[in-house]
């Protein structure tokens, strides 16, 4: 017997399919209120999106200024240093960090360093509120910093300076703590993107490390920032790869063996240098000088070793190029491993500002060059050329000090413009964050930093935070269940029409056995002759993820991220299936929010003297 055109969806007049757009579809998108908040905010992400791009492009300016005041020459360092006097490249990162360390001192404390955390502890502690003094003092000491020489990069604080940008941007819309948030962000993707030319590797990693979000709510607004700003400095500069590479392609398959090689050292290496950073970074603490002469004894320190080995001055794209052309002797190679590393460390632990991206993209560069030298002796008819694995070695670097696999890679594609070597590539960056992570205990370079601050951030998150929070304290008392007999067309009813999407199954003594989502019930509606044999016992999802009161909301955003679902149902400690009210992810953000607010009052003892006793 056939289906009754009546009740086959086949037959439903709304249903036909149609090739134009009728007036009823513009209407619905015209009085959608998603609509309308996607397409505010959207607006808001290109906005900032450009004013990131023409930040980008003013601050490379600046260094390129602050290069040509110095040294005279306006192209790479390595080729200036050639044509001027000794003392030029030993005094120029010493006169730069004269000038840094009181710009920093009495302007911004938080322009110190290489900006990634400083944007993380704004977004996860101060709801995405930057100080504009901050923006201003970050580009110019991080401008100086790389201008006279220091061994630092321009993408930690472009990320900062574009954030300052997002921010402000957000604050003078007045948006709540969550939107500016996400507006900081793009202005950081923004700024990350038109640095390196790279949007799809701005966006992602401005989401794969600094937000822990996927999410199409964040995801979309960021990718359209990174694609403006992009754009914008192209349109300004030029379409152009950061680096130049010659195409390169595995030579046999008995290759991934030096590559698998070549992430292990590379997550070592990876590991020495975040270590090495924050021991030379205490060790100019514990120095007994004037906080605003440090920067310049840093750089008389980077000015002296660049004598014998100038390559390190500055973020050493020309050197970089060099590995990879395989114009550089296994020597200089070798020797620049660590005496880029320790001279990196140098410039930034006596406190200047600058990035460490570049330095990382040089040292794996370099070690990639001076490992494919050795394997060119051992096999040299089953290896490429040193230069391919000086490529490759420069995202596995990245993704060893950075824990992010994913913008490593993509990274890597966009600067050089090369696909050809994408297995090597994806084999030593997964390598070198697998061997990183162990011995960090999960923390980047810029966790670490934070994590000694006594910030540990998880998902774009303070876990510290989250774990001092319970459910008890967020959580909604009683919540709507649905009877686990209930019949097939009156449950389709109910979750069509009801303002939930997700509902608990309950036995006849009110336990819950399952929940059922509308998920479940797709399958069944492609099988009509089973919707009046099934109950909903029958379709729900009865492996079901609860918390219970005493659970630390750290644990909730957990599941909460494992599953993707808009609330948990909140269980007895006691008994597993006794209900005792539902968790939701929006009340749970609230929560965190506020506790950050709390927690960045000032104490009476914070507070002035007279202001404890009440005086005016």
């Not at 009754?4 to 998108?29: G, I, Y």
Request: glycine share 10%; net charge neutral.
């Amino acid at each position: 017997m056939s289906d009754s055109p009546r009740t086959t969806p086949a037959h439903d007049p709304s249903l036909k399919p149609r090739l134009w757009f009728s007036r009823e579809d513009f209407r619905r998108f015209a009085t959608s209120q998603l609509s309308a908040e996607s397409t505010y905010v959207m607006v808001a992400a290109g906005i900032i999106g450009v004013l990131a791009g023409f930040g980008t492009v003013g601050f490379i300016k600046l260094i390129e200024l602050v290069q040509w005041l110095l040294f005279k020459h306006g192209g790479a360092l390595l080729v200036a240093v050639a044509q001027i006097p000794w003392y030029y490249v030993v005094l120029g990162p010493a006169l730069g960090g004269l000038v840094v360390g009181p710009l920093i001192r009495y302007g911004a404390a938080e322009a110190k360093g290489h900006g990634v955390p400083e944007v993380i502890e704004a977004l996860v502690l101060r709801g995405g509120i930057i100080r504009r003094r901050a923006t201003v003092v970050k580009a110019l000491a991080s401008s100086i910093t790389i201008g006279s020489g220091g061994s630092t990069g321009p993408e930690g604080p472009i990320m900062q300076i574009g954030a300052g940008i997002g921010s402000a941007v957000g604050q003078l819309l007045k948006v709540s703590t969550e939107r500016l948030r996400l507006f900081a962000a793009c202005g950081a993707a923004g700024g990350l993107a038109a640095i390196f030319n790279a949007p799809i590797a701005g966006a992602l990693f401005i989401l794969e490390t600094v937000l822990g979000d996927f999410g199409y709510e964040t995801f979309s607004p960021i990718v359209v920032a990174a694609v403006l700003a992009t754009a914008m400095s192209r349109f300004v500069l030029g379409d152009f790869s950061v680096i130049t590479v010659p195409a390169y392609a595995l030579v046999s398959h008995w290759e991934f063996i030096p590559y698998l090689i070549l992430g292990i050292a590379a997550g070592f290496a990876a590991v020495f240098f975040i270590r090495l950073l924050y021991y030379v970074e205490d060790s100019f603490n514990g120095l007994r000088l004037p906080e605003i002469l440090k920067p310049a004894l840093g750089g008389l320190l980077v000015g002296l070793a660049a004598l014998a080995l100038p390559h390190l001055m500055g973020e050493g794209y020309f050197t970089i190029e060099q590995a990879i052309s395989g114009t550089l002797s296994w020597q200089i190679l070798a020797a620049l491993v660590l005496t880029k590393m320790l001279a990196t460390s140098v410039s930034l632990g006596s406190g200047g500002s600058g990035g460490i991206f570049a330095p990382c993209l040089f040292m794996g560069a370099v070690l990639g060059g001076a490992l494919g030298n050795l394997f060119q002796a051992v096999a040299p008819s089953l290896v490429a050329d040193s230069g391919a694995y000086a490529m490759v070695g420069m995202g596995a670097m990245v993704a060893g000090t950075t824990h992010a696999p994913l913008t490593a890679i993509v990274i890597l594609f966009e600067l050089t413009g090369d696909y050809t070597t994408i297995l090597p590539v994806m084999i030593t960056c997964t390598v070198s964050t697998l061997i990183s992570s162990v011995l960090t205990n999960r923390e980047s370079v810029y966790g670490l930093k934070l994590r000694r601050k006594g910030i540990l951030v998880r998902r774009g998150r303070d876990h510290r935070v989250m774990e001092r929070l319970r459910v008890a304290d967020v959580m909604h008392p009683g919540i709507e269940t649905l009877p686990e007999e209930m019949p097939f067309r009156q449950l389709l009813e109910r979750l069509t029409q009801g303002v939930s999407t997700y509902y608990p199954i309950v036995d006849a003594q009110g336990r819950m056995t399952g929940i059922l989502s509308l998920k479940d019930v797709r399958p069944i509606l492609l099988e009509q002759s089973l919707a009046d044999l099934v109950v909903a016992k029958d379709i729900a999802t009865h492996k079901v993820i609860s918390v219970r009161p005493s659970d630390s909301l750290a644990e909730a955003m957990e599941k909460f991220a494992r599953k993707g679902i808009p609330f948990l149902p909140v269980v007895a400690a006691d008994e597993p299936r006794r209900l005792l009210g539902r968790l939701h992810r929006r009340d749970v953000l609230a929560a965190y929010n506020q506790a950050i607010i709390r927690s960045r009052q000032p104490t009476p003892t914070q507070e002035e003297p007279g202001a404890a006793a009440g005086e005016t």
